[in-house]
């Protein structure tokens, strides 16, 4: 029954009400898909369905042959999806069809077995709302997204025991972090500059020559164009028993005139700068954008864990402020700096407490001048042959027990060379001096300085470096 009220307009009984929702469902608007998107990651391939809004579904499997049925709540199919390079996937065809009533049902015709996994990812700021469908490899999901930590006798993570004759003649390895991926395009630059394409190549290039260099070998954290989520970045890293973990990033600010370079470390309390915490932010949302299936990553350590993990990440922070300084230096000498020191914020990937961790900002993309350097392939190539000076001088003074470096170290093998450094704002002669570990008193007796006092844009000579004797394995 529906009453009429002169002053407040429609009163509904409670059959009123239900007619009305009755009315109402009737209109609810389609969630159409818009498009449809795929990308092969090494262990498994994700298929994204970019929705008008909203839409509930259903996912299962069928066999003889393989096949995966998805049915879509009130959808509509209003994309093409004969253009899918469906090429190395195990998708051999997509199909789609009206269900009876309403909604859509799709069908994955597969090549093979595989574990599917579905879930719908709210809008953002790239992105409306979002159905994710991952296609593990042979059934295996933890291959490709982190999964909750199962209970161990052991707080601290374990990382990968090598072999007698590996500890002691193994390479130095170094991780390399190409920065988003797949339908996460980091930054977008001026120009329509992508930074996970920019990055992709930097770190292409910088494995190339640390693989070049006698006892160090280079190992891509995403070796193509695909998503990865922040923490599995750091469980790659630990697989190849890394002993350093590069992040490489060309990010973007709210102000298109910041510019310059920057290395960062991790930090627990507090960001060292505004410009800190906004990078981080905006890093730190990468999973957001693209999606880790609802795995939960909430730390369930006690407090015994926690305090074991604080003192372990003590020592691996020390490190990454060690070789960031280096890399910093080195990385100067070929680009502006934003910050004449590392600074830190609370990345997530680098909250690996056993692996020391920086993260390289090799400019601002959202600056039109770094922009039009970035995407140029002479720049990537110096950009990278400056992280890698940098992390290979780290190296060869700091070389990890039971390297083939730490081995010639001891044994006289490593020659001196000199190098050179020009002063940039913010530095001074102890500072040059720690970085590249050496003396203040062979500094000053290098460059015949009777004070501290130096000038900005002045060029040091820097004494005993260490370079490897040998050029081949």
């Not at 990308?39 to 579904?57: K, M, Q, Y």
């Not at 009206?98 to 879930?119: A, I, T």
């Not at 990937?349 to 961790?357: A, E, G, H, N, Q």
């Amino acid at each position: 029954m529906v009453r009429m009220n002169a002053r407040k307009g429609f009163l509904f009984g409670a059959g009123g009400v239900l007619l009305l929702l009755g009315l109402l469902s009737g209109f609810v608007q389609a969630a159409d898909i818009k498009s449809v998107r795929l990308w092969r990651a090494p262990d498994n391939t994700r298929l994204v369905f970019d929705l008008s809004g909203p839409a509930e579904h259903t996912l299962f499997t069928l066999s003889n042959p393989e096949r995966i049925v998805i049915d879509i709540s009130n959808a509509r199919l209003m994309a093409d999806t004969s253009a899918l390079a469906l090429e190395n996937t195990p998708l051999r065809g997509l199909r789609a069809a009206p269900r009876d009533g309403d909604g859509l049902r799709v069908v994955l015709d597969l090549s093979e077995q595989v574990n599917p996994k579905s879930f719908v990812l709210p809008p953002n700021q790239q992105y409306g709302d979002r159905l994710v469908v991952d296609l593990f490899d042979n059934g295996r999901p933890s291959a490709s997204l982190p999964q909750p930590a199962a209970p161990s006798a052991s707080p601290l993570p374990q990382t990968p025991t090598r072999s007698a004759a590996e500890a002691g003649n193994r390479d130095i390895v170094i991780a390399i972090d190409a920065g988003h991926g797949g339908e996460d395009p980091g930054a977008i630059g001026h120009g329509g500059a992508r930074e996970k394409e920019v990055v992709l190549a930097i770190a292409r290039d910088l494995k190339r020559l640390i693989d070049a260099e006698p006892g160090f070998r280079g190992e891509l954290v995403r070796t193509g164009d695909y998503f990865i989520p922040l923490r599995r970045r750091t469980e790659i890293a630990r697989q190849h028993n890394a002993d350093l973990f590069v992040s490489i990033h060309a990010d973007a600010f709210t102000r298109a005139g910041a510019n310059g370079a920057s290395v960062f470390a991790l930090s627990d309390r507090g960001a060292t700068s505004e410009t800190a915490r906004l990078l981080a932010d905006r890093e730190n949302r990468s999973d957001l954008i693209g999606g880790v299936g609802g795995v939960s990553l909430d730390n369930k350590d006690q407090v015994l864990a926690s305090v074991l993990l604080d003192l372990s990440m003590t020592a691996t922070l020390s490190a990454s402020l060690d070789v960031g300084q280096q890399v910093l230096s080195s990385v100067g000498q070929v680009n502006r700096l934003h910050k004449p020191r590392v600074e830190q914020a609370g990345f997530m990937v680098l909250k690996s407490p056993d692996i020391p961790s920086i993260l390289v900002e090799t400019g601002f993309i959202s600056n039109p001048g770094e922009a039009r350097k970035l995407v140029t392939r002479s720049h990537q190539q110096a950009m990278a042959r400056a992280i890698y000076t940098g992390v290979r001088g780290y190296f060869h003074r700091n070389p990890p027990p039971g390297t083939r470096i730490a081995a010639l170290k001891a044994g006289g093998q490593l020659a001196q060379g000199p190098r050179q450094h020009t002063v940039r704002r913010g530095d001074s002669l102890s500072m040059i001096a720690n970085i590249y570990q050496v003396s203040l008193a062979s500094l000053r007796a290098a460059n015949d300085l009777s004070t501290d006092q130096i000038r900005v844009g002045q060029v040091l000579n820097v004494p005993a470096s260490s370079m490897l004797v040998q050029n081949e394995r």
